[in-house]
C-alpha cells in the first residue's frame, strides 16, 4: 500500500502565558503530519515561527502539496531536497523517522546508528516580565539546577538581579532574542558574570551581528536566529562560541544530526533548543540533545495540555521519549 500522508493543525494551551521580546502568547499552534503505510503509523510535528515568514497556513499548504509525491514514493531521503530546512520539513521528516522505525521494529537512535541514548537533565525557561514577576517565578522553580530567561534589553539587570534572588543556586542562562546593542552587552556581561549567568543567546540580531567577530566576548554567546543549519555554520565562526540546534530550524532530524557533528567538529558549544510544542516536538530533540552542554527541551513543561502519551519529565530530567508517542 502507498504510504498516506494526514496534515492536522492542532493547539495546546500554555499554562498562562510566554512571553518574549517580540511578543506574548497563550497556546501553541503546531502543524502535526501522521504517515501510514496500512499498518504502521509514523507522526512528527512542528511549529511554524513568524520570524522565519512561516504561518500555519504556509505550512500546511507546504505539506499538502506533497501528499501525492509522499504517495507515490517520496521518501525521507528525498524530502532533504524537496524542502528548504524550516518548520514544515521538520515534522515530514520526523514522521518518515518514526514510520521507518515502526517498520523495522526498531528505536530510530538504532537506525540512525547512534548510542543508546541516556535521560536528560533539562532548562526550564522564565518568560519575560517585570523583576517582580520574574524574582516570583524564579523562586518557584528555584528546585531546577539550569534557569533560562528571556530578556528584553532595558531593564535586563533589574531582572537578573531578581531571578537570582529567587533562585540563589540554581544555574542561568539568558536569552536576549535580538534584543542587545553592542553597547548593552558591554555594560551587561560583566555584570551578568557576578550574577552567575554562563551565557547568552542572540544578543544582537542576526543580520546585524558582525560586531561579535572583534567583540572581547567575556560572556560566552550563543547562535539562535542566525544558525539555521549546516551551511549556516561557515559565517558563524568567530562571533559565536555555541550554537542552538533547533528541529525546526534545521528542517527536522536529519539535518540536525548533520549539523551537530559539523558543529562540534568546527568547536562550537551546543545547545539542543525548541519552541513551544508537544512531546511529540521534543522526542527526535532528545537524540540531539545527547552530549549537548545545553539541554533547552522544557516545552511540554510550559503546557496545560500535552499529548498522550507524554513524555514523563521528572523534575528536570527528561527520561527516554515512550515509542507509543515517536521513534
Known amino acids: 500500500m502507498p504510504v498516506q ?39 512528527g510535528e512542528c ?55 515502526k517498520q523495522a521494529g526498531l528505536p530510530v537512535w538504532q537506525l540512525a546508528k547512534l548510542q543508546e541514548p541516556k535521560p536528560l537533565s533539562v532548562t526550564y525557561t522564565l518568560s519575560l516580565g517585570t523583576p517582580d514577576s520574574m524574582q516570583a517565578a524564579a523562586k518557584k522553580e528555584a528546585h531546577r539546577p539550569l534557569l533560562k530567561v528571556k530578556l528584553g ?86 562571533k559565536y562560541d555555541a550554537v542552538n540546534i533547533k528541529l525546526d530550524k534545521t528542517g527536522g532530524l536529519t539535518e540536525a544530526l548533520l549539523m551537530r557533528d559539523a558543529a562540534v567538529e568546527a568547536g562550537f558549544e551546543i545547545m539542543v533548543g525548541c519552541m513551544v510544542g508537544t512531546s511529540l516536538a521534543m522526542a527526535p530533540a532528545f537524540l540531539i540533545g545527547q552530549g549537548a552542554a545545553f539541554v533547552d527541551l522544557d516545552g511540554p513543561l510550559l503546557l496545560a495540555r500535552d499529548r498522550e502519551p507524554a513524555i514523563a519529565y521528572d523534575g528536570a530530567i527528561m527520561p527516554l521519549p515512550p515509542r507509543g508517542l515517536w521513534g
Open 153 to 238: 534589553g532595558e531593564g535586563d539587570v533589574e531582572r537578573i538581579r531578581a531571578v537570582r534572588t529567587g533562585a540563589p543556586n540554581s544555574a542561568i542562562i539568558v536569552d536576549a532574542n535580538e534584543g542587545w546593542s553592542i553597547d548593552q552587552y558591554k555594560a551587561l556581561a560583566p555584570v551578568f558574570l557576578d550574577l552567575g549567568v554562563m551565557l547568552v543567546e542572540q544578543p544582537f540580531p542576526a543580520g546585524d551581528d558582525g560586531a561579535l567577530r572583534g567583540l572581547e566576548r567575556i560572556l560566552p554567546v550563543c547562535a539562535d536566529e542566525s544558525c539555521h543549519d549546516t551551511a549556516s555554520l561557515g559565517g558563524l565562526k568567530g
Open 5 to 43: 500522508m494526514t496534515v492536522t493543525r492542532e493547539s495546546f494551551p500554555i499554562s498562562g502565558s510566554f512571553t518574549i521580546s517580540r511578543g506574548s502568547k497563550t497556546e501553541a499552534k503546531v502543524v502535526t503530519v501522521r504517515l501510514t503505510d496500512g499498518v504502521h503509523v509514523g507522526q
Open 47 to 101: 511549529v511554524p515561527y513568524a520570524r522565519y515568514g512561516e504561518t500555519v497556513e504556509s505550512v500546511v499548504a507546504q505539506l499538502t502539496a506533497l501528499v501525492s509525491d509522499v504517495a507515490a514514493g517520496l521518501d525521507r531521503s528525498g524530502l532533504q531536497s524537496r524542502l528548504t530546512p524550516g518548520a514544515a520539513r521538520n515534522a515530514l521528516d520526523c514522521a518518515f523517522w518514526d514510520l521507518e522505525a
